[in-house]
């Protein structure tokens, strides 16, 4: 099959291909070109629970990143029933389908809603936008149908429903009262529209007696939102489901209720992560932030179980906090910074390496003591007592990451941290990699 005019083939995780707009001032087309991913964590966990024969139904389909991951995972045996109303995304995602030989997706011209007719849906430059709410500007007429509607001829009960409808969740919910009485799926939808957290949608996911849940990068497995309002300002997605389908995935080492009960904690650092200054004079809290290196070191290990993984990363956090409180370093706040991301609070996790960005600017070489470094891509750098190239290394390329899901939102903000990465000789194929996408789009010379 040819490619749709204007048009291109990105690669995708998985040995996929995904085809969209031949154009980098658009929003899919930029990400892909700059990260070879979508930048939701939630899409790694789906590719890790999803298995053969499962069943998934995809509102808000647009380029088809869940769809196309949904079905490879699922293969032959399962079923993918994907619904994207707009034309433009619709069909770069039917050439995907294609290109990629998933033929067991159905891929509807439909938009969901609570009742079946028509309505106008507005058409954004950036697909991901179109909404039935969208005001003004171009857009298609296209049909309206239910949950209930289309469940009643689906062939299978479904595991998991992702809703990306731009602010028609509610109304969708309110379509799917049968659908949510026979079923039990895990669903993950959108918990900011906009600028603001979707109450409405919220409280009709409560409604249906179903709890909440949000993504641990670090472990990559689901957790229960103990307070709606404590959520980090980075958080996209929420999980929903009943407690039928909460046993299973916690089961499944998928779903961590509680972390479990641990013993003391040791002081064991692996030694490539125990660089330190010869004979130099430990620091306040050293002894806090060695145990918090490794109890953070042994919760990274995949053999332990998710709970005792996660009360490992929970005590590290304590432990690096109180040893950052008696003494601020650049290695303590790279630590912290691992761990915070891991944990699912990125916005912390970026004011820790804004603090230590600013320490390194008066102290280029700072005293060595066990650290991890804040991204995992720079484990292989600390073999030793990092050089000055190295520890800026280590602070700029994971604070670029954390100040924004990508340049695309945060250009001409990250344009002095560019600078600083291009500079430095030592910065690693995941800058490069971001350098290229951004000069693509920026004005030549900005960095």
Not at 167 to 196: C, K, S, T, W
Not at 252 to 262: F, N
Not at 372 to 390: C, I, T
């Amino acid at each position: 099959m040819d490619l749709p005019p204007s048009t291109v083939q990105h690669p995708f995780p998985g040995g996929l291909v995904v085809t969209v707009p031949d154009d980098l001032s658009l929003m899919t087309p930029f990400v892909l070109a700059e990260q070879g991913d979508w930048f939701e964590g939630e899409i790694r966990f789906v590719r890790r629970w999803l298995d053969e024969g499962m069943a998934v139904v995809d509102v808000g389909a647009n380029y088809g990143l869940y769809t196309l991951t949904c079905a490879q995972r699922v293969g032959t045996a399962g079923r993918v029933w994907a619904y994207e109303p707009a034309s433009l995304p619709r069909s770069c995602l039917a050439h995907s389908l294609a290109a990629n030989g998933l033929s067991g997706v159905r891929l509807f011209g439909r938009a969901l809603s609570d009742h079946v007719g028509t309505a106008r849906l507005g058409v954004s430059a950036n697909a991901e936008l179109n909404s039935l709410n969208l005001p003004g500007g171009s857009g298609e007429t296209v049909p309206l149908t239910t949950l209930d509607a289309e469940a009643a001829v689906w062939d299978r009960p479904v595991d998991f429903l992702k809703l990306d409808a731009e602010g028609e969740e509610v109304r969708i919910l309110a379509g799917a009262r049968a659908f949510f009485a026979a079923q039990d799926p895990l669903v993950m939808f959108e918990y900011n529209h906009g600028d603001a957290v979707n109450r409405g949608l919220l409280e009709a996911v409560a409604g249906l007696g179903l709890s909440l849940y949000r993504h641990l990068p670090g472990l990559n497995v689901l957790v229960p939102i103990a307070r709606v309002a404590a959520l980090d300002p980075f958080q996209l997605n929420v999980f929903a489901c009943r407690s039928g389908r909460a046993g299973r995935l916690a089961e499944g080492g998928l779903l961590v209720d509680r972390p479990a009960e641990l013993p003391p904690a040791g002081s064991a650092v692996p030694l490539q992560f125990a660089a330190a200054s010869s004979g130099a004079p430990a620091l306040p809290g050293a002894e806090q932030s060695l145990l918090a290196v490794a109890d953070l070191r042994r919760g990274e290990e995949e053999g332990l179980p998710p709970a005792v993984r996660l009360a490992l990363q929970r005590r590290g956090f304590a432990a690096i906090r109180n040893a950052l409180s008696q003494r601020a370093t650049v290695p303590r706040l790279l630590t912290a910074a691992r761990v915070a991301l891991d944990l699912g609070e990125r916005a912390i996790s970026a004011g820790y390496l804004q603090r230590a960005a600013a320490l390194l600017t008066a102290q280029s070489r700072p005293q060595a003591e066990p650290f991890l470094p804040a991204a995992r891509w720079h484990d292989a750098l600390v073999s030793g007592e990092p050089d000055p190239a190295v520890w800026a290394v280590l602070v700029d390329e994971p604070l670029l990451e954390r100040s924004a899901f990508s340049l695309y939102f945060h250009e001409s903000k990250a344009v002095p941290l560019l600078r600083r990465i291009a500079g430095n000789e030592r910065r690693t194929p995941w800058a490069e990699r971001r350098l290229a996408a951004a000069r693509r789009i920026m004005p030549a010379g900005s960095f």
